[in-house]
């Protein structure tokens, strides 16, 4: 017989499990095998990384640290078979922030390789279509959105992010805009939504300041023309071409996410504060706090070592005193006032407590201008290296993210605290180019963009949506609202997925192989789950170079616990 894996899912997950598949291939069943790779979207690069968007929409990783192939930092039993970053294969600077349409090209390369690399009697086949439905029995059957069906005898669901159904709220919202005439966008990807439907020179609410809105902010304004242009004394002002709506932002933080930084060299990769041992003992409050603590040190470590000058106390004597106290004492802005003169090089904490918490403003103008100065702060501070101890917070992040990635077994306050500390992760370090916080500032001035301040909510007027925030003292009113953020993952919505969540919002998985659990928890030997509609963890599409990142560790035990059930099978004549 013939061997036959099924992967739905074509995007950096699926390829990335692909080209494990290639490398661990000596694991091969003998007479090879047929492997059908479903998805409706290009191979490689899937839905989000597809070529037919707008070029305008970019990466919020550097090319430099994008990349889908092993090195000599992983840690697998699959041999490692090194390749180009985004970078070296596009000819880009290591710094450069390149479109997404780049970044789904290199995904596409990265996917043909993949399939090149097999021995000639392994047969690759691409459906251009959607998976609706998998039934199970001696072998499993996935039924098409074409009519078409795929037998196979281990199938790997790798879809990404499906999104979800609409809450009660947001089903509200959508028949307020068709009682009133407005429009309602809920949560989406920008790029997949029909921005027609928001007219010129009108309002509109947009609730939520992360990578949706930027996103949005640039499809409706350079995407309708408009331009960036930058004056002799290096200030960017924006032309509008007229087709631009007036986009009232506002979210429960009320700023927008840090520009990704230029970091700085690692001058000590290993946790100080939260540790593996910790995560073994500690509560998810005291796991927090410790991660905390990490990021904090990160930026008074880099202070001490680049900047001493600016420094009053010894390291040694500022770091002991610093591990006595946590990040919420008072004591700690006693040692710091004493060992940093200039508030300036003092940590941000805003990441604990909005900028904007306990701020009120007159109006939007006064608000607009206090954001103003705040944007240019948060640009310099990624951008200039005399502020590098602000970028080296998110060594700190990565310090953290990678000690809960490396756990064995999980426990359930890590589990906890890892939830916790994913609302501040994003703020920190998942935000867009430092220039595109440029632009929202030359948004602002141009008044082609106006902020509404923290802990937005949104309810209806008798004709419009109305935004109310605790940072202004009037509410806001428009006819039209975005909800700028990704859905919430929720299997539920998907029908193929839907009869493998039992009720839950993801597909239930053992965390250790990511085979699908059944009603009563047992684990299906031949049907694995890999993604964020799945509940076996944070899984990533991109990881960083020389990092040893999980991303690369799952896809090969993945693969080689494919190729060993696929062989047993064979061996077995099944």
């Known amino acids: 017989m013939t061997a036959v894996l099924a992967i739905v899912g074509a995007g950096p997950r699926g390829t990335g499990l692909l080209e494990r598949l290639a490398a661990n291939a000596r694991l091969l069943p003998s007479g090879g095998c047929e492997i059908h790779v479903v998805d409706p979207h290009p191979a490689g690069a899937g839905r989000v990384w597809r070529p037919d968007q707008s070029e305008l929409l970019l990466m919020n990783s550097r090319a430099g640290d994008v990349t889908m192939f092993t090195d000599r930092s992983v840690r697998c039993a699959g041999p ?57 029995g001696s072998r499993q059957t996935i039924t098409l ?11 790997v669901l790798a879809q990404g992010n499906v999104g979800g159904h609409r809450d009660e709220q947001q089903r509200a919202h959508q028949e307020h805009a068709a009682r009133t005439g407005g429009t309602y966008l809920p949560p989406s990807c920008p790029g997949d939504e029909d921005l027609d439907l928001l007219p010129p020179g009108e309002r509109v609410l947009v609730s939520g300041l992360g990578l949706a809105f930027v996103d949005l902010a640039v499809l409706l304004t350079e995407g309708r023309g408009g331009r960036f242009t930058r004056s002799r004394d290096g200030v960017l002002s924006y032309r509008p071409s007229g087709r631009e709506p007036v986009l009232h932002a506002g979210s429960r933080r009320g700023v927008p996410y840090l520009p990704k930084p230029l970091l700085p060299p690692v001058t000590d990769p290993a946790p100080r504060f939260f540790t593996p041992d910790l995560l073994a003992t500690a509560t998810p409050g005291e796991l927090v706090g410790a991660a905390c603590r990490e990021l904090v040190w990160a930026h008074y470590r880099e ?174 009113t428009a006819r039209h609202l975005v909800e700028a953020r990704l859905p919430d993952p929720d299997a539920r919505a998907h029908p193929l997925l839907e009869n493998l969540t039992h009720e839950r919002l993801r597909v239930p998985v053992d965390p250790d192989t ?11 030997p031949r049907r694995l789950a890999l993604g964020l509609f799945a509940g076996g963890g944070a899984l990533g599409a991109f990881s960083r170079p020389g990092r040893d990142a999980p991303f690369f560790r799952q896809n090969d035990e993945t693969a080689r616990r494919v190729l060993t059930e696929l062989g047993a099978l064979v061996t077995a004549g099944v």
Do not use: K
């Open 80 to 136: 490692i078979t090194p390749g180009p970053t985004l970078a070296e294969w596009a000819g880009v600077g290591d710094d450069a922030f390149a479109s997404r349409r780049l970044g789904g090209a290199y995904l596409t390369w990265c996917f043909d390789r993949a399939v090149n690399a097999f021995p000639s009697d392994v047969r690759v086949v691409v459906h251009r279509t959607s998976a609706v439905a998998l039934s199970d």
């Open 145 to 155: 959105a074409d009519g078409s069906h795929v037998v196979a005898d281990v199938v």
């Open 514 to 524: 990511f085979q699908v659990l059944d009603r009563a928890g047992s684990p299906h």
């Open 303 to 476: 202070l001490f070592a680049a900047h001493r000058d600016r420094t009053r106390l010894p390291w040694r004597t500022f770091a002991a005193e610093f591990a006595a106290v946590d990040v919420t004492d008072p004591a700690l802005e006693a040692l710091v006032a004493r060992a940093v003169p200039a508030p300036q090089d003092r940590a941000d904490v805003s990441f604990l407590r909005s900028p904007l918490a306990g701020r009120t403003f007159a109006d939007q103008t006064e608000l607009g201008s206090w954001m103003g100065d705040h944007l240019g702060r948060t640009v310099a501070r990624a951008t200039d290296p005399r502020h590098s101890a602000h970028a080296a917070v998110l060594h700190g992040l990565l310090t953290v993210s990678e000690v809960l990635e490396q756990q064995t077994a999980p426990t359930p306050a890590a589990g906890r605290a890892a939830a916790m500390l994913s609302r501040f992760a994003a703020y920190l370090g998942s935000g867009p180019p430092p220039h595109r916080l440029e632009q929202l500032g030359a948004l602002s001035r141009a008044g082609i963009l106006r902020f509404l301040g923290a802990d937005l909510r949104v309810d209806h007027a008798a004709d419009a949506f109305r935004a109310r925030t605790a940072s202004l003292p009037s509410p806001v």
